[in-house]
């Protein structure tokens, strides 16, 4: 098992690592080449900014059982497809059950972005990063 992110924009980066260190977990994280990052520990891919590079990349780079950090549905989607194991930088575990709704909710509020000026996403609160590193370590848990 090993933990794949989506680092762009990842707020949860240090979790991630924090955590991995604590369970001796490899750490892939996936970059555009608009942004630089190092932390000591984690393996760094930095791509191309095209369209979708880093997504595919990270989605090729995966191994069945893997954890995956997302916000992106669509790779979340793909994950799943691949046996892996997706979580949301808000502690939301993708699963079988839950990802239809969820990419039928994102289609409806990208109609309703063309229609009407809607709000950005809600400010990160210290609640999001708690329910973050106890579903991965629940994630952790029980994949070894």
Known sequence: MRI????????VKKIIVR???TFNIEVL????????????????????KGA????????NKSLKGDIIVTQDYGVATMALSK???PISQNG???D??????LLTQRATNQKLRKHKKMRGPRKRTKENDIKFEENLTKLINSKL
Do not use: E, R, W
């Open 52 to 59: 979708d590079s880093v997504d595919y990349f990270l989605i």
């Open 4 to 11: 794949l992110v989506d680092a762009d924009a990842c707020p």
């Open 83 to 85: 046996k892996t194991f």
């Open 96 to 101: 079988d059950d839950n990802i239809l709704s």
């Open 19 to 21: 955590q991995a260190k």
């Open 92 to 94: 939301l575990i993708y």
């Open 29 to 48: 994280m996936f970059l555009d080449n608009s942004h630089v990052y190092d932390d000591g520990y984690s393996k760094v891919f930095i791509l191309d």
